[in-house]
């Protein structure tokens, strides 16, 4: 539910880059090349699984999903962070820990300004 304009800018922007955060991971199975021996469908499945269980709450502007994808969140930033040391600033990992970074931010962010308003 939410509860004032704020809440509806913050939650469109979330909205976007969690699609952005999809579309990277995508996006990053495939290029540079695929790994090989490796199944494509479990890549996708291990990488996606985790963030779209918070579909529902992240269109539908919901606070206790935010908070649980912001935890989920931690663990991509944390994976992208590390990849983009190790390959000593690789585009699509670097790329993954900015997004990653803007997405918990700006969740955390609508948490703040979807407060209820008190009776």
């Known amino acids: 539910m939410l509860h004032n304009e704020k809440a509806k800018t913050t939650a469109r922007v979330t909205s976007g880059l969690y699609l952005a955060v999809l579309a990277t991971l995508v996006l990053t199975t495939f290029f540079p090349a695929p790994v090989e021996g490796v199944s494509i469908g479990l890549m996708l499945a291990v990488k996606l699984l985790p963030l779209l269980a918070f579909i529902i709450p992240v269109f539908r502007g919901h606070n206790r999903g935010y908070i649980w994808m912001s935890f989920v969140l931690i663990f991509y930033f944390t994976q992208a962070v590390v990849s983009a040391w190790l390959s000593e600033g690789a585009l ?10 803007l997405l918990f931010t700006v969740a955390m962010m609508h948490l703040k300004v979807n407060r209820p308003v008190a009776a």
């Open 92 to 101: 699509g990992p670097v790329i993954m820990t900015v997004l990653t970074f």
